[in-house]
């Protein structure tokens, strides 16, 4: 089994519908990331969190929320899914101790139409 | 503002040739820099580097990170067409880890 584990792992919706990407880990790390990524423009940060309690902006978090339920399992939402959030999206983690590789789940693709 | 330039950003060579991807960076509270291979799904991690001048090798695949001038470069001699796919630079601070846009590698045949 995957140490990061998303669902959906392809999801097509329509504009204006709620989405929730879903995010499970079971690597006991803290610190939990959402990322899209579009052809071209590399990984761009959305949200993290360090724990449950603590929640950050990325750098593109318009149109997006996020709910940490527990160490292990970090969601993000589409509140009214627009077409430009086409995209795959990745989970990860890391652990802080030490300088802390990314660990990616196998990516969501979302379509919206 | 933070960011991590990757060139080129795409590059088509034959197999067997050599190629040098780069990375600069400007980013506060540097930690490490990761280098990634993005093949059909998820990345996958290739070196963590945190310390200037110190080379490290993977088989063909060698990487070392420059601190005064803020840039690393990955080295893949011998390329096979196995090592197409897109190479992500990213640099961690003490709170995020911020991505370039990738260099998309073609090796042909």
């Not at chain 2, 390329?79 to 990738?102: E, N």
């Amino acid at each position: 089994d995957a140490d990061v584990t998303q669902t959906p792992r392809n999801r097509i919706t329509k504009t204006g519908k709620r989405i929730m990407l879903e995010c499970s880990q079971t690597k006991g790390h803290d610190r939990m990331y959402w990322y899209r990524q579009d052809p071209g423009l590399g990984l761009r940060l959305i949200y993290y969190s360090f724990d449950v309690k603590d929640i950050n902006k990325g750098e593109i978090s318009d149109g997006y929320s996020v709910s940490r339920q527990a160490q292990a399992k970090f969601s993000l939402s589409l509140e009214s899914a627009i077409p430009n959030q086409t995209a795959l999206y990745f989970c990860a983690t890391s652990d802080p101790v030490g300088a802390g590789e990314l660990f990616f789940g196998e990516g969501s693709r979302l379509t919206v139409l | 503002e933070d960011k991590v330039v990757q060139s080129p950003l795409s590059l088509v060579v034959h197999e067997g040739d050599t190629v040098t991807l780069n990375c600069s960076y400007e980013v506060t509270n540097f930690r490490s820099l990761l280098w990634y291979k993005q093949e059909k799904k998820a990345p996958t991690f290739l070196f963590m580097l945190t310390s200037s001048g110190i080379e490290k090798k993977s088989g063909r695949l060698s990487s070392i990170l420059d601190k005064k001038e803020l840039f690393s470069i990955l080295n893949i001699t011998a390329t096979q067409t196995g090592d197409s796919a897109i190479y992500l630079c990213a640099v961690r601070r003490d709170d995020k880890i911020i991505f370039g846009k990738g260099t998309r590698l073609h090796i042909l045949p």
